[in-house]
């Protein structure tokens, strides 16, 4: 198969370019084309040289990688896209309209390693990491279906986007460059679940909000829950996240899903609250959504209010987040693109 332009982040595409015997400067027009232009046959492209052109069709192509099966709209106007890939796996895209802005929700990975037993795309298992290409579709595709309305980016589809670093970064590279997609660093956030030596590289290969799950405020339940803890232990996680260079005016978040019983006490709260003095942070109170099979229970909301209320009253920045889609399967951890299910686990 031919190289698909769009696997090449900005500076990648500078030495194919460079590589087929032209000057590097000439990516910035073919991206141009390609991502702020909506062109997609090098043909078209009337800058470049006809011969050019030519030897841009014999080396490479512009292949869109996704295949639309579905779109699916939640009563609160959440929209879930179920997508095709080349090779007959599915994937998942949400996209999110709030008051002022309209958050896309992207898949790094069909399914997932990590594992965590409170969410369903644990369930199908990682099956393989997205190419890049497969990435950045996701927000062309979307944002053409919604006249170009998309204005945010969140990693926290399918899949550990740190476990698919080499393609996050280059997607990044692609949404956040003036010539390409010229979105703002600061309009895109990366959710990890923890891989700690990972969290560092991002770091330093490009600018972006992060978030991070962390779901639990001890070792003792993290392991229970997000086996990647034993890897990586909270202190180490926390840690590490101090590090992180901050946007301008942004926090770091950290998400957690409060989950019935297991993580929702008092107790939880105020360990919580110590464990995050001193950091510059949001924390999104994410309630668990249900979802055969998994058994967890959503805790009623006055206990959820009650949590808020500990972590606030110790000075902390905290924001319950409504389950938006949760009636088409669109909410966070909910995300298995029709994949069977195993439901040996929990
Ligand atoms: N793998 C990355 C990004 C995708 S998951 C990560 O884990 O951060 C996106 C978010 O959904 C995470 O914060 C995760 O903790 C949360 N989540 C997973 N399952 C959930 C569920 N059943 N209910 C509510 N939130 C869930
Ligand atoms: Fe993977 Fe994130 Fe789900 Fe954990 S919560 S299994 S890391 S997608």
């Known amino acids: 198969m031919k190289a698909n332009i769009k696997d090449f982040d900005p500076k990648e595409l500078e030495t194919f370019i460079f590589e087929l015997g032209e000057k590097p400067y000439r990516a910035k027009q073919i991206g141009a084309w390609i991502f702020a232009k909506s062109v997609d046959d090098f043909s078209l492209m009337t800058d470049l040289s006809l011969s050019f052109r030519d030897k841009l069709r014999e080396s490479a192509e512009i292949r869109s990688t996704l295949n639309l099966l579905s779109e699916q709209k939640s009563v609160d106007g959440t929209k879930k896209y179920l997508f095709e890939l080349y090779d007959g796996n599915k994937i998942e895209s949400v996209l999110i309209p709030d008051k002022n802005r309209n958050t896309l929700c992207i898949s790094s ?39 170009g309305s998309v204005t945010n980016i969140v990693y926290m589809g399918m899949g550990e986007p740190l476990d ?24 895109i956030t990366v959710s990890t679940s923890g891989l700690v030596h990972k969290i560092k590289e991002l770091s330093e290969r490009v600018s972006v909000n992060l978030s991070v799950s962390l779901n639990a405020p001890s070792d003792a339940i993290r392991n229970e829950i997000m086996p ?12 590490e996240c101090k590090r992180f260079p901050i946007l301008r005016r942004k926090f770091l978040t950290f998400e957690y899903v409060i989950i019935k019983d297991l993580n929702d006490s008092t107790a939880n709260a105020n360990e919580l609250a110590g464990l995050l003095k001193g950091v510059k942070c949001k924390i999104n109170l994410i309630p668990f959504n249900e979802a055969a099979p998994i058994t967890y229970k959503t805790p009623p909301v006055e206990r959820v209010l009650e949590f808020q209320k500990i972590l606030v009253s110790y000075g902390l ?25 195993d439901d040996k686990k929990n």
């Open 164 to 187: 698919n670093l080499e393609n996050t970064v280059r997607s990044l590279n692609i949404f956040t460059n003036s010539e390409y997609i010229g979105l703002s660093p600061r309009r």
């Open 228 to 239: 990647v803890n034993k890897r990586f232990p909270v202190s180490t996680l926390l840690k």
């Open 317 to 341: 920045n905290v924001k319950i987040r409504r389950s938006r889609g949760s009636d088409i399967l669109g909410a966070c951890g909910q995300l298995a693109a029709t994949y069977p299910l």
């Open 109 to 147: 990975q069909v399914g997932c390693a990590m594992g965590c037993t409170f969410c369903l795309t644990a369930r199908v298992g990682k099956i393989r990491n997205l190419s890049c290409a497969e990435i950045v579709d996701q927000y062309l595709e979307v944002n053409k279906i919604n006249n």
